[in-house]
């Protein structure tokens, strides 16, 4: 068997490259997994001003590849590749992956969300024609065409208005009156002159031909039906945790995410969990790097002590 790491990460996000820049500055031998390209969820955002460090805000296409690159340079080793499938090993884990086998003592879980769907016709028919949940790569094909954007949350907001920098007209859609996004990103929403909102409104189906042209709405509180016409539809509905491929290895709460105790370990020795995929985290980038370093310090104090509780 190939001498197993002490530490693997799966998960290439902000959460994921912090605890592999503590494993690595810890000489810990560390690898981080990842499916697709450095940086997670925040690579679908343009402009990123609630990460403390840059007083002017920062792409997150930008600060992806910077977190890859700080973990990497201290010894990180990383990996493109899936996870398929995870069992115990005794007191080590054995990793199923797209490239091969991997063996481990620790194992953080750092493998974030995906944006939550509606389940609706036409939905699933359409993206990349006109359905998408990321504004900052398709927000250009929309030049001076309506889009709506349906949500009320930070994400919902926050690229609502970058796309009225494309887009004709913006229409917020809404299943309430009250938005649950920071009242900074409510101001900017309401001064905007190309931005809308539609009330207390859910879309019931998304319509076209060989790309969206309208959205068939229903009013929650008349029952009364509605037409509008798009040429896009950015869902921003919310997150559901990548926790499917870990079968039944660490316990999970209702929204399927992973539960953990304060050091991010979770109830099964030797796994821990960090960001947006374990539960009560608040979903921020910057609270995701704090779970990761967390997650790190309790992973190096298992490995070296076999210490798991405090
Ligand atoms: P979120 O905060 O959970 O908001 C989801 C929104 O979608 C809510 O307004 C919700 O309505 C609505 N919604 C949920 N299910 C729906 C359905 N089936 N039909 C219609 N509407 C539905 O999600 P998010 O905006 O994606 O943000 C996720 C996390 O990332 C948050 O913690 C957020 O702070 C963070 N984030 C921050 C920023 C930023 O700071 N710029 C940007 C992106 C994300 P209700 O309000 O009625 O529940």
């Avoid at 859609?173 to 001064?191: G, N």
């Avoid at 290895?249 to 030797?270: C, E, K, S």
Wanted: proline share 3%; charged share 20%; hydrophobic share 40%.
């Amino acid at each position: 068997m190939p001498q197993p790491y002490d530490i693997i990460i799966i998960g290439g996000g902000a959460a994921g490259f912090t605890a592999g820049l503590y494993a690595a500055r810890d000489r810990c031998r560390a690898l981080l997994l990842e499916r697709f390209s450095a940086g997670g969820q925040v690579l679908n955002c343009e402009h990123i001003e609630n990460y403390p460090g840059f007083p002017d805000g920062v792409a997150g296409y930008t600060l992806g590849p910077l977190l890859q690159q700080q973990a990497t340079s201290l010894g990180l080793e990383l990996q493109l590749t899936e996870v398929c499938a995870i069992q115990r090993d005794g007191e080590a884990f054995v990793l199923q992956t797209d490239g091969g086998t991997l063996h481990t003592k620790a194992l953080i879980v750092a493998t974030g969300s995906s944006f939550s769907t509606l389940g609706i016709p036409g939905e699933e028919e359409f993206v990349g024609k006109g359905v998408s949940h990321c504004a900052a790569c398709d927000g250009a094909f929309f030049m001076d065409q309506p889009v709506a954007v349906v949500g009320g949350g930070d994400a919902a907001i926050d690229e609502g208005l970058h796309l009225t920098q494309y887009a004709s007209h913006v229409t917020v859609i809404h299943r309430r009156t009250a938005l649950r996004a920071c009242r900074l990103l409510q101001e900017r929403a309401r001064a905007n002159d190309k931005l809308s909102f539609c009330w207390n409104s859910v879309v019931r189906e998304i319509e076209g031909d060989t790309g969206v042209e309208r959205i068939r709405l229903e009013d929650v509180t008349q029952g009364t039906p509605s037409t509008l016409d798009v040429a896009g539809v950015f869902l921003y509905i919310g997150l559901t945790a990548n926790t499917l491929f870990l079968g039944d290895l660490v316990p999970l709460n209702a929204n399927g995410q992973i539960v953990t105790d304060l050091w991010m370990r979770t109830a099964t020795p030797g796994v821990l969990a960090a960001g947006d995929v374990r539960s009560d985290s608040s979903r921020q980038l910057v609270s995701a790097a704090g779970d990761g370093a967390t997650a790190a310090l309790a992973a190096i104090r298992y490995v070296r002590t076999g210490e798991w509780q405090r």
